[in-house]
């Protein structure tokens, strides 16, 4: 069963990015470990114009039985930030997140100094350096996998032992034992941060 913190039987996530930050491959790494581990899942991304830089969404849905729908997701559960520089665009990345809804983004500031970035926001906002974290452990600004390991620990949406285990799976035959030791090393520093 998805331990979930409110009532509703499918997560619904959508990762905001821009093109290149990896949030489509993130996204399916989230939904082939809750395959793993006995749930349904659904990752699929929407693009717009196909360029480097250019924003992107990707849309996840978890779920202890069978997801009927396959529309792109208009009222998610969690919404996860790549790029802060995405807040002060057109695009309004909040817009149906309640009160009990997470936004989990990649920045350097404070939650509080987003909450007013944002306006009347009234979610929670975990703020989290993904960015650095990558940096100082793997070397390159890579947030994607630094920023799985908060978004399981705010959502618990999957284990993190499953999450690391698909890791290797999927990446050590493509970038080796030491890069993928390094992006599980800053998932976990991610997931234990405060």
């Known amino acids: 069963m998805i331990k979930m913190k409110y009532h509703k039987e499918v997560m619904e996530i959508i990762f905001h990015a821009r093109g290149g930050q990896g949030a489509k491959t993130a996204s399916e790494i989230i939904a082939e470990t809750a395959v793993e581990e006995g749930k349904f899942a659904q990752a699929f991304p929407y693009f717009g114009p196909e360029r480097s830089g250019a924003p992107t969404k990707t849309f996840i849905r978890i779920s202890n039985q069978e997801i009927r729908t396959h529309e792109a997701i208009d009222d998610p559960d969690a919404v996860v930030v790549l790029d802060e520089t995405l807040l002060s665009g057109k695009l309004d990345l ?42 100082k452990i793997i070397g390159q600004p890579r947030p994607n996998t630094a920023i799985l390991g908060k978004l399981i620990q705010v959502t618990e949406v999957v284990k993190l032992a499953s999450l690391c285990q698909k890791f290797r799976e999927k990446f050590e035959p493509k970038i080796g034992k030491e890069f993928s030791d390094k992006n599980i090393l800053a998932i976990e520093k991610a997931y234990d941060s405060i």
């Open 94 to 135: 909040v817009r149906n997140l309640d009160k009990n809804e997470f936004l989990i983004i990649n920045t350097k500031k404070s939650s509080e100094e987003i909450k007013a970035k944002l306006g009347g926001f009234q979610g929670k906002i975990y703020a989290i350096d993904a960015s650095g974290i990558s940096q």
